[in-house]
């Protein structure tokens, strides 16, 4: 069962590039929308939750579109520290998340 | 502070030898999950529970057990490990909406466990 995909890069970048990662979701009842970060061996840390309109906290912009079943995560101007995996994570209402296997990002000097 | 933790930490054994991996939260949430991470196939659910003496299979249940005697508490248990039971492992809690409204709860993870089976 593949209900969320996500390209497994991984993504190299320089610092100050912009990136983006699309993570595509089977179910189209699904109702909540994430994006994780995870650093090697450790916790899955939420980054932001994605709504409907789009939402953006800094340099980290995140967009849902329900129509192609895809959400989306824009890192602009990225940082050496920005490398991570990062994880959508969706769900339907009272059940649990479902993740993606995650996008490896490198952010080169 | 809100928190997810889990013990131990670190945990290498024995084929055979029945092991519990703890889980406790402080957040008085109802939903409690475990997952494997293994490289490759991303984070998997094992068992996961809707509220106390509620539990489910999740995607991959053999080879092991829970409990939820407790809110706080999600013991993961392992009768007879295998070695391709090695793996990272997560617990992880949340709140939810009762009435299935879409939620912007998240999952709060513990730290992870990190068990080899020899």
């Known amino acids: 069962r593949k209900e969320v995909e996500q390209d497994p890069g991984p993504f190299n970048v320089p610092e100050g590039a912009t990136v983006a990662f699309n993570c595509t979701y089977s179910?189209?009842?699904?109702?909540?929308f994430f994006w994780y970060r995870q650093d090697c061996r450790k916790e899955p840390k939420l980054l932001m939750s994605?709504?409907?309109s789009g939402n953006e906290d800094g340099r980290f912009t995140a967009q849902l579109n329900r129509a192609s079943q895809y959400i989306s995560l824009l890192i602009r101007d990225s940082k050496l520290s920005d490398s991570a995996t990062y994880l959508c994570?969706?769900?339907?209402?009272?059940?649990?998340?479902?993740f993606g296997k995650g996008t490896s990002l490198l952010v080169t000097p | 502070e809100a928190q997810v933790t889990q013990n131990p930490r670190y945990l290498i054994t024995v084929t055979g030898k029945k092991l519990t991996v703890t889980c406790s939260q402080n957040?008085?949430?109802?939903?409690m999950s475990w997952y494997r991470q293994d490289p490759g196939l991303g984070l998997r659910q094992i068992y996961y529970?809707?509220?106390?003496?509620?539990?489910d299979k999740g995607d991959v249940p053999e080879g092991y057990k829970v409990s939820r005697k407790e809110k706080r508490n999600f013991p993961l248990i392992l009768e007879s490990p295998s070695p391709n039971q090695t793996s990272l492992y997560f617990c992880?809690?949340?709140?939810?909406?009762?009435?299935?409204?879409?939620?912007?709860?998240?999952?709060?993870f513990g730290p992870g466990t990190r068990l080899t089976v020899l």
């Open positions: 994605v709504y409907s």
């Open positions: 957040m008085n949430h109802e939903y």
């Open positions: 994570a969706v769900n339907m209402a009272g059940y649990a998340l479902n």
């Open positions: 529970s809707m509220n106390v003496e509620v539990t």
């Open positions: 179910n189209s009842a699904s109702q909540s």
């Open positions: 992880a809690s949340s709140s939810y909406a009762p009435s299935g409204a879409p939620s912007t709860d998240t999952q709060y």
